[in-house]
T-cell receptor, first 112, second 116 residues
Framework: DAKTTQPPSMDCAEGRAANLPCNHS???????VYWYRQIHSQGPQYIIH???NNETNEMASLIITEDRKSSTLILPHATLRDTAVYYC?????????????FGKGTRLHILP | NAGVMQNPRHLVRRRGQEARLRCSPV?????VYWYRQLPEEGLKFMVY????????ESGMPKERFSAEFPKEGPSILRIQQVVRGDSAAYFC??????????????FGPGTRLLVL
C-alpha cells in the first residue's frame, strides 16, 4: 500500500510555480521521498528524490519538512506540458527489489 | 523513458484470444518490471523478472497471466483467454543491477490493450 497522501487534483496558471503537497506521516528514518509524473498516454517519468535535505534539479525542487512528515514538489515555472498526474512515493534506499508502489497521485492541470 | 521499447503500442483482441506484450529493456539492464494501469486508476505492480528468473510475481493474477524474460530477446507478458476486464495499459520498466536506485528505473511508453 502507498504510504502517502496527496490531493486528487490541483490547478495552476501557466508560468506560475506549481506546489504539489504530499503527506507521509509514517515515513521511516531510512526512507526516501520520490516523485514521479505520468503525462497522458505515456509511462511514468522520474522527477526527483530526497532524504531530508531540500533538493533541486533541472526539472523541479523538493522541499522536505524538518520532521519529514510531509514534502512539497515545486515546478518553478509551470508550462502546459507539465499537465500530468504526479506521484509521491516513499521507500527505503536499499530494497530487495525495485518495484514501485504507486498511490493515486495528484492530477495537475496547468491553465493557459 | 530512455530506451525502453514496448510493442505493440496498441493491441485489440476479442474475448478468448491471447495477448502477447513485448518489452525490450534499456541496453545493459537486467531487471524488468511489469505494471498494469486500469482506466482511471493508478499503476499496479504485476511482476518483477531478472534474466531467466521470475523474482516476484505477487501482483500478477494466478490464472491466464504469465511472464518471461529469456536470456536473449525481450521480456514477454502473456495473457491467455483475454476478458474485457484485461483492457488496460501495461507498462514495462527496466533497471540495471544497482538495486535501490529508483531513479535508474526507466519506463516504456506502454501497450494499450483493448478487449472487445
Amino acid at each position: 500500500d502507498a504510504k502517502t497522501t496527496q490531493p486528487p487534483s490541483m490547478d495552476c496558471a501557466e508560468g506560475r510555480a506549481a506546489n504539489l503537497p504530499c503527506n507521509h506521516s509514517t515515513i521511516s528514518g531510512n526512507e526516501y521521498v520520490y516523485w514521479y509524473r505520468q503525462i497522458h498516454s505515456q509511462g511514468p517519468q522520474y522527477i526527483i528524490h530526497g532524504l531530508k535535505n531540500n533538493e533541486t534539479n533541472e526539472m523541479a525542487s523538493l522541499i522536505i519538512t524538518e520532521d519529514r512528515k510531509s514534502s512539497t514538489l515545486i515546478l518553478p515555472h509551470a508550462t502546459l506540458r507539465d499537465t500530468a498526474v504526479y506521484y509521491c512515493i516513499v521507500r527505503v534506499a536499499i530494497y530487495r527489489d525495485d518495484k514501485i508502489i504507486f498511490g493515486k497521485g495528484t492530477r495537475l492541470h496547468i491553465l493557459p | 523513458n530512455a530506451g525502453v521499447m514496448q510493442n505493440p503500442r496498441h493491441l485489440v483482441r476479442r474475448r478468448g484470444q491471447e495477448a502477447r506484450l513485448r518489452c525490450s529493456p534499456v541496453k545493459g539492464h537486467s531487471h524488468v518490471y511489469w505494471y498494469r494501469q486500469l482506466p482511471e486508476e493508478g499503476l499496479k505492480f504485476m511482476v518483477y523478472l531478472q534474466k531467466e528468473n521470475i523474482i516476484d510475481e505477487s501482483g500478477m493474477p494466478k490464472e491466464r497471466f504469465s511472464a518471461e524474460f529469456p536470456k536473449e530477446g525481450p521480456s514477454i507478458l502473456r495473457i491467455q483467454q483475454v476478458v474485457r476486464g484485461d483492457s488496460a495499459a501495461y507498462f514495462c520498466a527496466s533497471s540495471p543491477l544497482d538495486r535501490g536506485r529508483l531513479e535508474t528505473q526507466y519506463f516504456g511508453p506502454g501497450t494499450r490493450l483493448l478487449v472487445l
